[in-house]
């Protein structure tokens, strides 16, 4: 059974520093991996797909990697804002049952001013 | 191009009353699923329809159930509410059912259950 644990649970941090969120996922068999964003009682904005046969990929500000071997992912925010303050959400689409996403808790990121 | 909308964004029931939910999909998206996300934690994959058919299930008992209409748009029901079925109600959409596509998710409905 897949698990996804997103680590750390919250993040305090001053405007202006980089940070990196992690994401791991117990088994290696997955189509990809999407990283969201959701702020409170909100749905979920995508920020990034990353494909199996893919390493990383970059949207701006936001770099996220992928090592599947080792079941990890990183999303790495530089230059944090306070609108970078929301809950970050790491998913997998298991091969094992493709049609659904497994989804970490998420981490609570709070970019201080 | 229009994102997946859903409606009503928030909604009171009593324990063992029946609701629906609505989903729009996103233009060009012909798969629907629908998470249940309850305080704190992540998404839960409920079910998934393709072609107006259930095309996977989580661990949820048979009281969800869903439709898929001709123009992808979907309908959650749930039946003899429960008080934790309090939740946000996710819909997501995809264009197609290969292992390339990723999800595009709606603002959510707030279900409280009281």
């Known amino acids: 059974k897949q698990e996804v644990t997103q680590i750390p649970a919250a993040l305090s941090v001053p405007e202006g520093e980089n940070l990196v969120l992690n994401c791991s996922f117990t088994?290696?068999?997955?189509?990809?991996l999407q990283w969201f964003r959701q702020d409170p009682g909100k749905g979920l904005t995508s920020l990034l797909l990353i494909q199996s046969s893919q390493r990383e990929q970059t949207s701006g500000r936001l770099n996220a990697s992928l090592d599947k071997s080792s079941g990890r992912s990183t999303l790495y925010i530089a230059a944090s804002q306070p609108g970078d303050s929301a809950t970050y959400l790491c998913a997998v689409r298991p091969m094992e049952y493709g049609n659904k996403l497994v989804f970490g808790a998420g981490t609570i990121l709070r970019v201080k001013s | 191009e229009t994102g997946v909308t859903q409606s009503p964004t928030h909604l009171i029931k009593t324990r063992g009353q029946q609701v629906t939910l609505r989903c729009s999909s996103q233009s060009g998206h012909n798969t629907v699923s629908w998470y249940q996300q309850a305080l704190g934690q992540g998404p839960q994959f409920i079910f998934q329809?393709?072609?107006?058919?259930?095309?996977g299930r989580g661990n949820f008992p048979p009281r969800f159930s869903g439709l898929q209409f001709p123009n992808y748009s979907s309908e959650l029901n749930v039946n003899a509410l429960e008080l934790d079925d309090s939740a946000l109600y996710l819909c997501a959409s995809s264009a197609g059912q290969g292992s390339g596509y990723g999800y595009t998710f709606g603002s959510g409905t707030r279900l409280t259950v009281v």
């Open positions: 329809y393709y072609r107006e058919e259930e095309n």
């Open positions: 088994d290696s068999a997955i189509y990809n």
